[in-house]
C-alpha cells in the first residue's frame, strides 16, 4: 500500500497557532502510555482536554469521536484505534515503530501475534487496568468519511500494477468454490507494518455497511459474486436498524435481490450455452446460487434472535429447479438448430430433433456443468429426468395420435431400440443414467396397442404385395416367351426374389425395433407365405392343365420347378422347426415340384412302354437290342431336363432310374414266361443281370444316386439261376431284407418262371414272405408301386 494520507495538522479544540509539532514525544521522552512526560502530557491535554475529566464510578472513559461507536475491546475498536495512530502527521518512524510493540491490542486484535513481539505479552500483563484499552487513551483526529476513505482505498488499490493484475475480476472464486471480495487475501504474506496498517484498514472497511449504489455498481460490471457478498451483508444490517425507514430499506433490498436474481438466472437459463462459450460468467451465477442456498441454509438451521428473517429464506434452489425445467423445454421445442432430414414427416423430426438435442445437451451436463455445482443439487438427474419427460410426454401425445404407418414404426424404433440403446449405452452417459432409472419412453400398455397396429398394418402391406407380385407371374406365363436361362437353367425368380426380400425385410425391420416383435411378425409373415404358396400351387396346376399347348410349356413348367428351390431354401433356414407354417410351406412346395416332375417324365413313360413289351414278347431274346432302345430314349428326355437345377434334375433322373427297373421287374411278374431247364433258367439270368449292368451304368452317369436300386434285378437273376432249395430259399431272405415292401404275390409271380419246381419246395419258399401290408410304406418303395392283374 502506498503512504496513507495526513490528515490536517489543526485539530478540533485546538486554538490556531498554538505551539505544533509531532504528537508523539520525542525520542527521549518517549514512555507512553505507562507515564507521559510533562511536555507529553500537557500536549496530550491540551489536544484531548476530556481526557483528564473524572468519570463516573464504574463508567468507562470517553472515548475518541473515530471508534466511539465501536464495541469496547473488540477487534474492530483495536483496529480503529491503530488506525488513528497511523494517520497522525508528522510522527517518527522509529517512535511508531516502537509504540506499535508496546500496542497490547495486537496481541487479540485482528491483525494478530506479529513475530518477534512475544515481549509484549509480559508487558501488557503489567498494565493495572486492563478494561482501559489503549485505543481510548489516543486522541483522535478529524478525518475523512467511511465513503472518502473507501473510495480512497479503491483508487489506491488501482493506481498499483500488482493490486490490479491480483484484481482482474471483481470477485473471485476460490478453490474450494466459494465467492471472495476482490481484497481479500491479497496482502496475506505482506511483512512490516505497511502491510498490517492495511490489513487493518480494510478490516475497517468491511464493517461498514455497504450501500445500494454500490451492489449496483458491481452489478452492472457484472462481478455477481461482489454483489451477491454485499446484499448478503446489507439483508444482515437490516436487524440492527431502527423500525424508522427500515421499510424503505427493505424494498431497496428486494428491489436490488430481484435484479440480481434476474442476471443469474438469465445465465442459468443458458447453462448448456455458457458452458462452452463462456464458462467464467456461468461459474460466477452457479456461486452466487450457492451462496443464497446457503445463506437460507443457515437462517434456518440458526434461527437466531438476530437473523432478519423477512429475507429468508429465498428458495433460490427451488426457482433453479424450474428455470432448468423452462431451460429444458425451450431447447426442446427450438427444431430450428436440428438439420430437416428428407422423406421425414413432422413427427418424425421432431423425434430425431428430440434424441439429438438430449444426447448433445446431457453430455455438455455431464462433462462441463455438473462439476460446478455441490452434490446435493443431483445436478445431472435433475437434467436427466426434465430430458426424459418432456420426451415422453411428445411420446406420448405423438403415439396417442393418428400416425401413419411409417411414423409408428419411428415411434417404435425410439421407444425400443434408438433411446434405450444408442443413448442411455453411450460412453459419456451410461454410467450417470444407469442411476438415474429413467425408465420408457411410453407405458407399457400405450407400447402394447402401438406395436398392435403396427403388426396389423405391416401384415396387411406385405400380403397385398405378395399377391400383385403372384398375379404378375401368372401373367407372365401367359406371354408368348421363353423364360430366361441362368448358369443354363429355366428361371422365373422374380416372385421368389420378391416374396423373400419382402418378408426379410419386414422381419428384420421389427427385429430392429425389439426381437419380440420381429419374431411375432416372423410368425405372422410364415402364415402369409403358406397362403401365398397355396394360391400359387393352384395357379401352377390350371396352368398346367389349360396350358399345354403353350408353345413354351415345358421350359416354364422347368422354370416354376427351379422357383420352389428359392422358397424351400428360404423356410429350411429361416423358420423354425416349431412353426407349423414351416411344414405346410414345405408341403406345399413338394406338391408344386411332384406335379412338374409328373408331366416333363410323363412322355418319356409313355413311349418307355412299348419298348419294355417286348421282353415278354420275345421272351427275352434280343434283350441287349431292347434294353439299348430303353437308353436311347430315355437319355433324349434326360437331355432336356437338364435345364433343371441340380438339386431337382438329381430327383428327375433317380425317378427315372427307380422306372426304368420297376418296368423291367413287371415283364419279369407278368407270368408271360416259364423255364423248366436249369440251363434255360441260367441263360435268363445272365441276360437279367447284363440288362442290370447297363442301366445301372446309364443312369449313374446320368447323376442318378438311388445306389439302393442296383441288386435289386442282380438279386432276381441270382434266384433264378440257384436250383437249390436251401440257396434259393437264404436268397429270397437276402431279397426281402434288402426291399421290404416284396410280398408273397410279387414272389409267387415270379417264381412262375421256375416251372421245375414242386407245389412243396413252391410253398416252402413262399413261406419265408409274410403277405400282408406294411403299417406304413417304406422310404424307398419299388415292389409297392407294381399292380398285379
Not at 503512504?3 to 485546538?14: C, E, H, L, Y
Not at 465467492?179 to 472497511?205: H, N, P, R, V, Y
Not at 451492489?215 to 446484499?231: G, P, S
Given at each position: 500500500?502506498g503512504?496513507?494520507?495526513?490528515?490536517?495538522?489543526?485539530?478540533?479544540?485546538?486554538p490556531?497557532?498554538?505551539?505544533?509539532?509531532?504528537?508523539?514525544?520525542?525520542?527521549?521522552?518517549?514512555?507512553?502510555?505507562?507515564?507521559?512526560?510533562?511536555?507529553?502530557?500537557r500536549?496530550?491535554?491540551a489536544?484531548?482536554?476530556?481526557?483528564?475529566?473524572?468519570?463516573?464510578?464504574?463508567?468507562p472513559?470517553?472515548?475518541?469521536?473515530?471508534?466511539?461507536?465501536?464495541?469496547?475491546?473488540?477487534?474492530?475498536?483495536?483496529?480503529?484505534?491503530l488506525?488513528?495512530?497511523?494517520?497522525?502527521?508528522?510522527?517518527?518512524?522509529?517512535?511508531?515503530?516502537?509504540?506499535?510493540k508496546?500496542?497490547?491490542?495486537?496481541?487479540?486484535?485482528?491483525?494478530?501475534?506479529?513475530?518477534?513481539?512475544?515481549?509484549?505479552?509480559?508487558?501488557?500483563?503489567?498494565?493495572?487496568?486492563?478494561?482501559?484499552?489503549?485505543?481510548?487513551q489516543?486522541?483522535?483526529?478529524?478525518?475523512?468519511?467511511?465513503?472518502?476513505?473507501?473510495?480512497?482505498?479503491?483508487?489506491?488499490?488501482?493506481?498499483?500494477?500488482?493490486?490490479?493484475?491480483?484484481?482482474?475480476?471483481?470477485?473471485?472464486?476460490?478453490s474450494?468454490?466459494?465467492?471472495?471480495?476482490?481484497?481479500?487475501?491479497?496482502?496475506?504474506?505482506?511483512?512490516?507494518?505497511?502491510?498490517?496498517?492495511?490489513?487493518?484498514?480494510?478490516?475497517?472497511?468491511?464493517?461498514?455497511?455497504?450501500?445500494?449504489?454500490q451492489?449496483?455498481?458491481?452489478?452492472?460490471?457484472?462481478?455477481?459474486?461482489?454483489?451477491?457478498?454485499?446484499?448478503i451483508?446489507?439483508?444482515?444490517?437490516?436487524?440492527?436498524?431502527?423500525?424508522e425507514?427500515?421499510?424503505?430499506?427493505q424494498?431497496?433490498?428486494?428491489?436490488?435481490?430481484?435484479i440480481?436474481?434476474?442476471?443469474?438466472?438469465?445465465?442459468?437459463?443458458?447453462?448448456?450455452?455458457?458452458?462452452?462459450?463462456?464458462?467464467?460468467?456461468?461459474?460466477?451465477?452457479?456461486?452466487?446460487?450457492?451462496?443464497?442456498?446457503?445463506?437460507?441454509?443457515?437462517?434456518?438451521?440458526?434461527?437466531?434472535?438476530d437473523?432478519?428473517?423477512?429475507?429468508?429464506?429465498?428458495?433460490?434452489?427451488?426457482?433453479?429447479?424450474?428455470?432448468?425445467?423452462?431451460?429444458?423445454?425451450?431447447?426442446m421445442?427450438?427444431?430450428?438448430?436440428?438439420?430437416?432430414?428428407?422423406?421425414?414427416?413432422?413427427?418424425?423430426?421432431?423425434?430425431?430433433?428430440?434424441?439429438?438435442?438430449?444426447?448433445?445437451?446431457?453430455t455438455?451436463?455431464?462433462?462441463?456443468?455438473?462439476?460446478l455445482?455441490?452434490?446435493?443439487?443431483?445436478?445431472?438427474?435433475?437434467?436427466?429426468?426434465?430430458y426424459?419427460?418432456?420426451?415422453?410426454?411428445e411420446?406420448?401425445?405423438?403415439?396417442?395420435?393418428?400416425?401413419?404407418?411409417?411414423?409408428?414404426?419411428?415411434?417404435?424404433?425410439?421407444?425400443?431400440?434408438?433411446?434405450?440403446?444408442?443413448?442411455?449405452?453411450?460412453?459419456?452417459?451410461?454410467?450417470?443414467?444407469?442411476?438415474?432409472?429413467?425408465?420408457?419412453?411410453?407405458?407399457?400398455?400405450?407400447?402394447?396397442?402401438?406395436?398392435?397396429?403396427?403388426?396389423?398394418?405391416?401384415?396387411?402391406?406385405?400380403?397385398?404385395?405378395l399377391?400383385?407380385?403372384?398375379?404378375?407371374?401368372?401373367?407372365?406365363?401367359?406371354?408368348?416367351?421363353?423364360?430366361?436361362?441362368?448358369?443354363?437353367?429355366?428361371?422365373?425368380?422374380l416372385?421368389?426374389?420378391?416374396?423373400?426380400?419382402?418378408?426379410?425385410?419386414?422381419?428384420?425391420?421389427?427385429?430392429?425395433?425389439s426381437?419380440?416383435?420381429?419374431?411375432?411378425?416372423?410368425?405372422?409373415?410364415?402364415?402369409?407365405?403358406?397362403?401365398?404358396?397355396?394360391?400359387?400351387?393352384?395357379?401352377?396346376?390350371?396352368?398346367?392343365?389349360?396350358?399345354?399347348?403353350?408353345?413354351?410349356?415345358?421350359?416354364?413348367?422347368?422354370?416354376?420347378?427351379?422357383?420352389?428351390?428359392?422358397?424351400?431354401?428360404?423356410?429350411?433356414?429361416n423358420?423354425?422347426?416349431?412353426?407349423d407354417?414351416?411344414?405346410r410351406?414345405?408341403?406345399?412346395?413338394?406338391?408344386?415340384?411332384?406335379?412338374?416332375?409328373?408331366?416333363?417324365?410323363?412322355?418319356?413313360?409313355?413311349?418307355?412302354?412299348?419298348?419294355?413289351k417286348?421282353?415278354?414278347?420275345?421272351?427275352?431274346?434280343?434283350?441287349?437290342?431292347?434294353?439299348?432302345?430303353?437308353?436311347?430314349?430315355?437319355s433324349?428326355?434326360?437331355?432336356?431336363?437338364?435345364?433343371?437345377?441340380?438339386?431337382?434334375?438329381?430327383?428327375?433322373?433317380?425317378?427315372?432310374?427307380?422306372?426304368?427297373?420297376r418296368?423291367?421287374?413287371?415283364?419279369?411278374?407278368?407270368?408271360?414266361?416259364?423255364?423248366?431247364?436249369?440251363?434255360?433258367?441260367?441263360?435268363?439270368?445272365q441276360?437279367?443281370?447284363?440288362?442290370?449292368?447297363e442301366?445301372?451304368?446309364?443312369?449313374?452317369?446320368?447323376?442318378?444316386?438311388?445306389?439302393w436300386?442296383?441288386?435289386?434285378?442282380?438279386k432276381?437273376?441270382?434266384?433264378?439261376?440257384?436250383?437249390?432249395?436251401?440257396?434259393?430259399?437264404?436268397?429270397?431272405?437276402?431279397?426281402?431284407?434288402?426291399?421290404?415292401?416284396i410280398?408273397?404275390?410279387?414272389?409267387?409271380?415270379?417264381?412262375?418262371?421256375?416251372?421245375?419246381?414242386?407245389?412243396?419246395?413252391?410253398?416252402?419258399?413262399?413261406?419265408?414272405?409274410?403277405?400282408?401290408?406294411?403299417?406304413?410304406?417304406?422310404?424307398?418303395?419299388?415292389?409297392?408301386?407294381?399292380?398285379?392283374s
Open positions: 500500500m503512504q496513507v494520507p495526513s490528515p490536517p495538522t489543526t485539530f478540533p479544540g485546538r490556531a497557532g498554538s505551539p505544533g509539532g509531532d504528537f508523539f514525544p520525542s525520542r527521549g521522552d518517549f514512555s507512553f502510555p505507562f507515564g507521559p512526560s510533562p511536555l507529553g502530557e500536549r496530550l491535554r489536544e484531548f482536554p476530556r481526557l483528564g475529566a473524572p468519570c463516573e464510578a464504574g463508567s472513559p470517553p472515548r475518541p469521536p473515530l471508534i466511539a461507536g465501536l464495541p469496547r475491546g473488540s477487534a474492530a475498536s483495536a483496529t480503529a484505534a488506525v488513528v495512530l497511523a494517520v497522525v502527521p508528522g510522527s517518527r518512524s522509529r517512535a511508531r515503530r516502537k509504540m506499535m508496546m500496542l497490547p491490542f495486537f496481541q487479540s486484535g485482528p491483525i494478530g501475534i506479529r513475530n518477534g513481539s512475544a515481549g509484549c505479552i509480559k508487558v501488557n500483563g503489567q498494565l493495572e487496568n486492563p478494561a482501559t484499552s489503549v485505543a481510548e489516543v486522541p483522535a483526529c478529524p478525518g475523512p468519511s467511511g465513503d472518502e476513505i473507501w473510495s480512497r482505498n479503491q483508487e489506491k488499490m488501482s493506481e498499483r500494477p500488482e493490486a490490479a493484475g491480483r484484481t482482474s475480476r471483481a470477485s473471485s472464486i476460490t474450494t468454490g466459494s465467492c471472495t471480495s476482490a481484497g481479500d487475501g491479497l496482502e496475506k504474506g505482506k511483512k512490516g507494518i505497511k502491510g498490517m496498517f492495511t490489513t487493518a484498514f480494510k478490516k475497517m472497511i468491511k464493517t461498514r455497511t455497504p450501500s445500494i449504489k451492489i449496483m455498481d458491481l452489478l452492472e460490471k457484472h462481478k455477481l459474486c461482489d454483489a451477491a457478498l454485499l446484499l451483508a446489507l439483508e444482515k444490517s437490516i436487524s440492527s436498524k431502527s423500525e425507514g427500515l421499510s424503505t430499506r424494498q431497496d433490498i428486494e428491489s436490488i435481490s430481484e440480481l436474481k434476474h442476471k443469474v438466472f438469465s445465465i442459468l437459463k443458458d447453462s448448456v450455452l455458457l458452458a462452452r462459450t463462456n464458462p467464467e460468467l456461468l461459474q460466477q451465477a452457479v456461486e452466487v446460487l450457492k451462496e443464497q442456498e446457503k445463506e437460507d441454509q443457515n437462517c434456518l438451521s440458526e434461527n437466531s434472535p437473523q432478519n428473517l423477512q429475507f429468508r429464506p429465498r428458495k433460490w434452489k427451488e426457482l433453479w429447479m424450474a428455470t432448468v425445467k423452462e431451460s429444458v423445454e425451450t431447447r421445442k427450438d427444431t430450428s438448430h436440428t438439420p430437416r432430414t428428407e422423406n421425414l414427416s413432422s413427427v418424425g423430426q421432431n423425434l430425431l430433433h428430440m434424441g439429438k438435442t438430449m444426447k448433445e445437451d446431457l455438455v451436463v455431464a462433462k462441463c456443468i455438473r462439476q455445482y455441490p452434490p446435493e443439487f443431483n445436478v445431472f438427474g435433475t437434467y436427466a429426468e426434465l426424459h419427460h418432456h420426451f415422453a410426454s411420446a406420448k401425445k405423438a403415439a396417442e395420435s393418428q400416425l401413419e404407418d411409417k411414423d409408428v414404426y419411428l415411434l417404435l424404433s425410439w421407444v425400443h431400440n434408438i433411446y434405450p440403446k444408442d443413448m442411455r449405452k453411450d460412453p459419456v452417459l451410461a454410467e450417470e443414467l444407469e442411476k438415474v432409472k429413467l425408465g420408457s419412453l411410453l407405458p407399457s400398455s400405450l407400447s402394447k396397442e402401438l406395436e398392435r397396429k403396427y403388426l396389423e398394418s405391416e401384415e396387411a402391406t406385405i400380403k397385398n404385395s399377391n400383385k407380385c403372384l398375379e404378375k407371374e401368372i401373367e407372365r406365363w401367359k406371354e408368348d416367351k421363353e423364360p430366361e436361362k441362368l448358369n443354363g437353367h429355366f428361371q422365373s425368380e416372385l421368389a426374389i420378391f416374396v423373400i426380400q419382402s418378408i426379410y425385410n419386414g422381419h428384420k425391420r421389427a427385429k430392429e425395433i426381437a419380440a416383435l420381429g419374431d411375432e411378425l416372423s410368425l405372422r409373415l410364415s402364415r402369409e407365405l403358406a397362403a401365398l404358396l397355396r394360391s400359387y400351387k393352384d395357379a401352377f396346376e390350371d396352368f398346367k392343365e389349360k396350358g399345354k399347348k403353350h408353345r413354351h410349356y415345358r421350359p416354364i413348367l422347368i422354370a416354376n420347378i427351379n422357383n420352389c428351390g428359392n422358397f424351400r431354401d428360404y423356410a429350411e433356414k423358420m423354425a422347426e416349431k412353426d407354417n414351416k411344414d410351406i414345405l408341403s406345399t412346395l413338394g406338391d408344386i415340384e411332384t406335379s412338374g416332375y409328373d408331366v416333363l417324365l410323363q412322355q418319356l413313360f409313355v413311349q418307355l412302354k412299348p419298348i419294355y417286348k421282353f415278354t414278347e420275345n421272351k427275352w431274346d434280343c434283350s441287349n437290342k431292347i434294353m439299348n432302345e430303353i437308353i436311347k430314349t430315355a433324349n428326355h434326360i437331355s432336356e431336363l437338364r435345364t433343371l437345377k441340380d438339386p431337382f434334375y438329381n430327383v428327375v433322373v433317380e425317378k427315372i432310374h427307380v422306372r426304368l427297373v418296368d423291367y421287374i413287371v415283364r419279369l411278374l407278368k407270368r408271360k414266361v416259364s423255364l423248366k431247364s436249369a440251363a434255360q433258367q441260367q441263360n435268363l439270368a441276360s437279367i443281370s447284363k440288362n442290370a449292368a442301366l445301372e451304368d446309364f443312369c449313374t452317369k446320368n447323376g442318378s444316386q438311388a445306389t436300386l442296383n441288386s435289386a434285378l442282380p432276381l437273376a441270382e434266384i433264378i439261376r440257384l436250383q437249390d432249395i436251401g440257396a434259393i430259399k437264404i436268397e429270397v431272405a437276402t431279397l426281402a431284407t434288402a426291399y421290404p415292401d410280398r408273397r404275390r410279387h414272389l409267387e409271380a415270379f417264381l412262375y418262371i421256375k416251372a421245375n419246381l414242386s407245389r412243396g419246395e413252391l410253398r416252402s419258399i413262399l413261406g419265408y414272405l409274410a403277405d400282408s401290408t406294411v403299417s406304413t410304406p417304406p422310404s424307398n418303395p419299388l415292389f409297392s408301386s407294381i399292380n398285379l
